[in-house]
């Protein structure tokens, strides 16, 4: 199979996207499946690029976006209906040193490019504890002031498509909406229940149970298929010889209890079996576990997608009467149908 974009033989009204902070493209092409048109994607990760390109026909470049300015520059061509991102966040996250930093920083970047090219919409996804940092609060005033209306949500990726427990901050904005516009109508479309392995991958890996290596070893660290999998991270890790076990391990290490290879964290990562990986190991586990996972970032994509649509449409609702004959019309869209009511 060939790279990722999609064949067009009609007139393409997609909305247009840019990328920023783009990795190895797992927003993107979750967008993409979403039905949106990925115009070009921007990381300062000279091997994530090469990666992006190895599955994408559009332009994908390597560009500092520290540099405000010259990425205001660069990015603003595209005149595109909508930015996506998730600023490098390992300065807020659970593994990290749990401090704010210069990578932090790169949130606030990402709000000035937004701000100053104003798109229709954006999208910055970030680890779940940067909504409490300094950087986010900075940056969520940049959005306002530009007048966004933004709605905030941590996503459960099990809840949105995916066989993962992981849990992300997003941030959506839309130019002049009330704050909160979407939140609804996301949080409708979410499963009841968490999505497991097996109900994405099937007998797909082989086994029943596998290891993923604890942060320490209060937590469990052996996990079932017919579980969501925990959060994969940007490392991966043999079973230690001196591995205690622990209470909630989903079944004892044996000859059978293996950790997941790359790939496979890929798969539960929702990329699709022939997506391309180049770089070193460590290289490929960095990325596939910085990633958004493809079928959350599609998730979110079809809930714009689905609100962009409904608000078009209410705001080409057209009203008429005819006092003569006592008839009001109501049309919509050129898409939905003119409705009449005799009085």
């Not at 504890?129 to 969520?140: G, H, K, L, V």
């Amino acid at each position: 199979m060939g790279k990722m974009d999609e064949k067009r033989n009609t007139p393409d009204k997609r909305m247009k996207v840019v990328d920023l902070f783009c990795g190895c493209g797992g927003l993107s092409l979750g967008f993409q499946n979403a039905g949106f048109e990925i115009l070009a994607a921007y990381d300062a990760w000279d091997t994530a690029i090469e990666c992006y390109k190895e599955n994408f026909h559009h332009p994908a470049s390597c560009l500092d976006l520290s540099a405000v300015d010259h990425a205001i520059a660069e990015i603003r061509q595209w005149n595109c209906d909508i930015i996506i991102g998730g600023p490098p966040c390992q300065d807020f996250s659970h593994a990290g040193k749990r401090q704010e930093g210069a990578r932090a920083n790169l949130t606030t970047c990402f709000a000035k490019i937004v701000s100053a090219i104003k798109p229709a919409w954006f999208v910055m996804e970030n680890v779940d504890r940067a909504i409490t940092s300094a950087s986010y609060a900075q940056a969520r005033n940049i959005f306002l002031n530009a007048g966004y209306g933004i709605s905030e949500l941590v996503l459960d990726a099990s809840f949105c498509g995916a066989p993962q427990k992981r849990k992300r901050l997003f941030c959506i904005g839309r130019l002049g909406e009330e704050n909160e516009f979407i939140v609804e109508r996301i949080q409708k479309r979410m499963s009841k229940k968490p999505m497991t392995v097996r109900e994405h991958l099937g007998s797909e890996l082989g086994i029943e149970h596998y290891y993923r290596h604890p942060r320490n070893y209060n937590r469990r660290a052996v996990f079932s298929i017919d579980e969501p999998s925990p959060t994969i991270r940007g490392v991966n890790r043999p079973i230690p010889m001196g591995y205690p076990g622990h209470a909630q391990d989903s079944a004892p290490i044996d000859s059978l209890i293996r950790p997941l290879t790359s790939l496979e964290r890929a798969r539960i990562q929702t990329f699709p079996v022939d997506y391309k990986w180049v770089g070193s190991k460590t290289e490929q586990e960095t990325m596939i576990g910085n990633a958004v996972p493809v079928k959350l970032a599609e998730f979110v994509g079809r809930s714009i997608l689905d609100e962009n649509c409904n608000q078009g449409n209410a705001r080409r609702l057209s009203f008429s009467s005819s006092p003569e004959n006592h008839i009001v019309t109501f049309a919509k869209s050129a898409r939905c149908e003119q409705l009449s009511f005799r009085l």
